[in-house]
């Protein structure tokens, strides 16, 4: 079954004209919050996903590093400088892997601060506009038509519906 990106089920908070933030009347329509927390959804996954190989980048750093540490500095050792394989020391590569190292921490730190911002906004948005994201079972079906998941056919979903939308 197509597991895609979820339905958001959500009602679009009228504001007065008076008496609204700028914040919300940012929107237009119900699609475009829809499609703003989808992009915030999407930057949080790509955070979390870059996040995930730095880590294991980090990983592999502390590899080399322990395994550098057993042996004599004067020792040979090779190291791929892009897509060529030099040949150096222990002493020059260690300092070198440990530097990358710290590199790598640097960065992880600052997307994990960039994710923490996207979360934030995102829960901020949800709040906000009372979005909920449906469940697997709460989807429509496949043949069914758009909008009428989580509606029975005597549930009387007439056009001043309140409930929300499912998008």
């Known amino acids: 079954e197509y597991m895609g990106t979820p339905s ?6 009228a504001s007065s004209a008076a008496g609204a933030s700028s914040d919300e009347q940012q929107y237009a329509d119900e699609r475009e ?3 703003h927390f989808s992009r915030l959804q999407d930057d949080v996954r790509s955070f979390y996903q870059k996040i995930s190989e730095l880590e294991q980048d980090l990983r592999e750093h502390d590899l080399v590093l322990t395994a550098l540490a057993a042996v004599e500095g004067s020792r040979k050792c090779y190291r791929m400088v892009g897509d060529v394989l030099v040949e150096r020391t222990v002493d ?4 070198a892997v440990q530097k990358n190292r710290e590199g790598i921490v640097d960065v992880i730190d600052k997307l994990k601060q960039a994710m923490t911002a996207k979360e934030n906004e995102l829960r901020d948005l949800q709040k ?3 979005i909920r994201i449906k469940s697997a079972n709460e989807r ?8 009428s998941a989580g509606r029975s056919s005597d ?6 519906d309140s409930r929300g939308v499912l998008a």
């Open 8 to 13: 958001f089920s959500f009602t679009l908070m």
């Open 33 to 35: 919050v829809i499609d």
């Open 92 to 95: 020059t590569v260690a300092p």
């Open 128 to 130: 906000r506009f009372n």
């Open 140 to 147: 429509a079906p496949a043949g069914a038509p758009a909008g």
């Open 155 to 160: 549930a009387g979903a007439g056009a001043g």
